[in-house]
């Protein structure tokens, strides 16, 4: 399953499907940029991250790319899991002091 | 692995009320920040704070909010005087450089 183009707030998906999770970030002055994965009543949880300076980026079963002529952020997640449903946030900053997050999408995985 | 610390994991308090909430961020590392998390929203960002004092704050973090690291290891936000709409998750972060920012596990702070 995948959500394209606009955000979408949920997201359900296939166990062993990949998914894709989108990201419109708001500052054209962002250059960091960061994944946070969030289960229910715990912490933001680092995921991956990305430079200004870079399109893509892959990690362990995730990749995250970047468009900066849309500003536009996305996560894939390859082969998901039941332990990936979770609430995922992107998060930017210019400044790298202060992190702005966006709304969240709900990724539920079906058995 | 390392991981950054928050006590208590829920505090319930009365309006009016002084409240600190506590957070070992991970040994090494220097920047330090709280952020909340109102029920159902967005993370916002209340502030950072880097060789012992504020790098950036947002306007949440008014005149009631107050930060302080006392020793070497703990990292304190204070809400001097608590209110309902205060009540919120809330979470410290830390990083070793600018970048990356490891959150901990968040205190529930319930105003009534």
């Known amino acids: 399953g995948e959500s394209v183009g606009l955000h979408l707030p949920t997201l359900s998906v296939q166990e062993g499907d990949n998914s894709i999770i989108n990201c419109a970030y708001s500052?054209?002055?962002?250059?960091?940029f960061i994944w946070y994965k969030q289960e229910s009543g715990k912490g933001p949880q680092f995921i991956i991250d990305i430079r200004s300076n870079m399109d893509k980026r892959q990690g362990q079963r995730v990749t995250v790319l970047l468009n900066k002529t849309v500003k536009h952020l996305s996560l894939q997640i390859a082969a998901t899991q039941p332990g990936d449903s979770a609430v995922y946030f992107c998060?930017?900053?210019?400044?790298?002091?202060?992190?702005?997050f966006g709304a969240g999408t709900t990724v539920t995985v079906r058995a | 692995e390392p991981e950054v610390t928050q006590t208590p994991s829920h505090q319930v308090t009365q309006m009016g009320q002084e409240v600190i909430l506590r957070c070992v961020p991970i040994?090494?590392?220097?920047?330090f920040y709280w952020y909340r998390q109102i029920l159902g929203q967005k993370v916002e960002f209340l502030v950072s704070?880097?060789?012992?004092?504020?790098?950036?704050k947002s306007e949440i973090f008014d005149d009631q909010f107050s930060v302080e690291r006392p020793d070497g290891s703990n990292f304190t936000l204070k809400i001097r005087s608590t209110k309902l709409e205060d009540s919120a998750m809330y979470f410290c972060?830390?990083?070793?450089?600018?970048?990356?920012?490891?959150f901990g596990p968040g205190t529930r702070l319930t105003v009534l």
């Open positions: 998060a930017e900053t210019f400044n790298d002091y202060k992190l702005s």
């Open positions: 704070f880097y060789n012992n004092e504020i790098s950036e």
């Open positions: 972060a830390s990083g070793q450089g600018l970048d990356t920012q490891y």
């Open positions: 040994s090494n590392h220097l920047y």
């Open positions: 500052n054209s002055a962002s250059d960091y």
